[in-house]
């Protein structure tokens, strides 16, 4: 595994002299500095949200509070904002919905989500909401090691969906953009051989997918020397990044946002002690339990589900939106100096099961997958059958396999027996070949349900 310069926040051989902290007066403030900060946002977004958000006054007015200030103090009396919550406000006043805080002028940028659980919704941005994303993204990709004098290609498309805003915090950052877009891997392959980027933004399943073609073809590319991934998680998972580190030369590291809030709010800086919180001063974010949703304490060890209300955003601000990733939250002093709080994705609440009592993540499936490389590709995931949160074992699990695989008997039994051995639980692999698994570009679900 590649390792970082101790105790700073460049990547391993950057000898660059900048600071790597982008906004140092933010990044580093204790608890009760950035309380004081948020506390100052809160009470105008407070003013904006009575003012504005039809959605929020009734949803507020239901809980039975008033237009008095609830300070973020005691942002727990506040009901909580989940997605289907929010596609309801939109459809009640489409496009933009009873929660558009602004006159439909206002709105200069509209982004679209994927409707995995659903029909597309919209995202509406203001000229300040633009910023302010920007602002956000351009702290956690500076985070992640990204500086100016490096030149990236972006594997996000412009639109519909929200990581198009990178585009935004590369040109602040100030690096030299390759522009490309999802699924492309001939042209990325190009630009490596060709030496025309350094550092590559892409879904870790993508970057999988190269490093398993680098590898058939026996090539070794120089060029390369930093992938940061987003939008799904695998950049996280060791087996994963160590694959795609020991084939590509590069270092990994993840960033990760949600569409909702900011596209990019946390971002991993080379110490990989998990991800930092980069929405100071803009969002305000808070951990629950996650069965019960009472209040929990951001300290190191804590698991739990991370809420997230806006503190300045106009056209569609939220109020204690639940993310739906549960998260475990480090700890100890990390070498960059941040001194926001940092995290580590466990996986999606709606991804999580349980066998015999005992909650399963996809995720550590995919841990266990990925140990049998090169003979899997390292994608897998679970089929469900139905809304159950129980699976009876054997857990049927699909893992793909390169197109072409000679029939590789023992395989199947050996990721069985490896499942029961570090998960405790029986399962039963059907391995698929590439062409039957789907993309390899777009966000892989670790579910399938039938
Ligand atoms: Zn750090």
Redesign the pocket.
Known sequence: MKAADQAT?RLPGDTCDRDWIWDREVETEDHAQALARGEAAWEQQWRHLMESSAFYRRRFGEAGIGPDLVRLTDISRLPLTSKADLKEAIDELPPFGTNLCVPEERVKRVYQTSGTSGAPSVLALTPGDIEMWTTIGTRTYY?SGIHDHHSVLSTFGAGPFVAGHTYFVLARIGTRVVPLGPGDADRVLFGMRAGIFDTLLTTPSFAQYLANRLEAGGEHVKSLAHIVTGGEPGGGIPAVRDHIESVTGAFVNEVMGIGDIAPSLFG???????M?FSGGGHVWAELVHPDSREPMTIEPGAIGELAYTHLTREAHPVVRFLGGDLVEVHGGD?????A?F?MRIIGRRDDMFIVRGVNVYPSAILAVVARFRPRVTGRARVVRKGANVSVEPPVPIEVEIPDGASADAGLKEEIEKAVRATLTFRCRVELITESGFGEASYKTRLTRKT
């Open positions: 926040g985070t991993e800086c080379p110490g990989r002690q998990g930092h990390c070498g960059c100096g941040r926001t940092r």
